[in-house]
């Protein structure tokens, strides 16, 4: 980048001799006035690097003016200039300027001395840009990090279970996500469960409660305890686990989650699920119908001791039950549009297996999005129970 010297000055005499010192040094200075430096636009490859902020008692500018100014520049060129306070003695405003963290030139300029003083501050800003980039790298190389170790939350295969298809599509905002899903055998191996989720917010922070609640679920469906109908105590045992540990845990925190836990046995397609607060599944019938599987409860980790009833269901040969989290119908367009809970169900109405119906979401995701930004984590999970020709 070209090295660019701006004077933001009110008009002093400071300012003057200042600029004449530079000019008789070689350096070419622009002078600006506080409001003209504030609007003016720079092409990031002339934008100052270098700020000579005039605190001379006649023509002082602010602190927060400068600050401003700061803001502009590094919203252009993605670094903060080097900022030099200058006037004609030690005054109340230089004291300012040198308290918010910048250096100080006092008149009478002397070249030499104004020569190594904005040498040195090049130097040291310079030295901030670089640690800077630094820093940078390493914060990549934990998100990096923290993406790989979050996708071995999740499950590497999908369980293989005769006369069923389950297939998965996740794809998060940010390098880390909030979302999970997860499938596994539970009562030895005699009835699947499966769970998808959305931890509020974004981030490594939704990312670290994603991490702990799909452990707490794995844990507490593998201590579940033996009953009448094993597999409504265990979706009951594993959800109140969850929820128990947050509350008592990390309420302080607010963070939360919506959650659906669903346990089905393969055999005879009997699901038994809690919905806490999730988006509502659906389930696409054989013959081509639509049925959700609305909230039985609240979001997990926001109420002590909070209810949770269970739902009840059955999965036919030829039925699917679909799972997504909201950034699948709030996925937006260039222009602002949803995709829609229409568009959900339209493209589940048409059928399928369980891979070619997220897959058809992706793409329709993909094309109704085009090239706007993707603001929140897609997960979603299908469970299908072939038909008896298949």
């Known amino acids: 980048m070209t090295e660019t010297t701006l004077i933001v000055s009110g008009g002093s005499t400071s300012a003057t001799d200042l600029w004449q010192v530079l000019s008789d040094d070689g350096i070419t200075a622009a002078v600006r006035t506080p409001q003209s430096a504030l609007t003016e636009w720079w092409a990031p490859d002339r934008t100052p690097d270098l ?33 030099v306070s200058f006037a004609d003695a030690d005054n109340e405003q230089l004291e300012l300027h040198v308290r918010d963290g910048g250096e100080f030139l006092l008149a009478p300029f002397a070249p030499h001395l104004v020569r190594q003083r904005l040498a040195v501050t090049r130097h040291a800003r310079e030295l901030g840009v670089a640690m800077s980039g630094l820093q940078h ?30 297939a998965a599509w996740f794809q998060p905002a940010r390098e880390v996500s ?22 509020c917010d974004k981030g490594i922070g939704a990312a670290l409660f994603m991490a702990l609640i799909r452990s707490l679920l794995r844990q507490a469906a593998a201590a579940a305890q033996p009953s009448d109908e094993p597999s ?5 045992h594993a959800v109140r686990t969850v929820n128990d ?71 036919g040969p030829g039925d699917l039950l679909f799972l997504y989290t909201d950034g699948v ?11 829609g809970d229409d568009r ?40 299908r129970r072939r038909a008896l020709e298949e």
């Open 51 to 83: 700020l000579l902020v005039d605190a001379s008692a006649d023509a002082p500018v602010d602190v927060a003016t400068i600050r401003s100014l700061v803001d502009r520049i590094v919203a252009a060129a993605g670094h903060p200039p080097a900022v």
């Open 137 to 166: 790298r390493d914060m990549e190389r934990d998100l990096r990090i923290g993406r790989e170790i979050q996708l071995g939350f999740l499950p590497q295969t999908l369980p293989v279970i005769a006369g069923w298809d389950i």
């Open 178 to 199: 909030g979302d999970f899903y997860d499938a596994y055998d539970v009562i030895n191996g005699s009835c699947l469960a499966f769970a998808i989720a959305d931890v």
């Open 232 to 236: 409504a105590g265990l979706a009951l």
């Open 245 to 315: 540990y947050l509350t008592a845990n990390h309420l302080h925190q607010a963070y939360f989650a919506t959650l659906f836990f669903g346990v089905v046995d393969p055999r005879t397609g009997e699901l038994v699920y809690i919905n806490c607060g999730h988006n509502p599944p659906l389930i696409r019938r054989a013959g081509g119908t639509l049925q959700s599987l609305e909230p039985t409860g609240p979001a997990v980790g926001l109420i002590p001791d909070a209810g949770f009833d269970l739902g009840r269901t059955g999965l």
């Open 329 to 339: 119908p709030e996925a937006k367009s260039t222009r602002g549009d949803f995709f």
């Open 344 to 383: 959900t169900r339209a493209l589940l109405a048409a059928g399928g297996t369980a891979d070619e119906i997220v897959q058809r979401f992706a793409t329709g995701i993909r094309t109704h999005s085009g090239a706007a930004s993707q603001h929140d984590d897609v997960t979603m999970l299908a469970l």
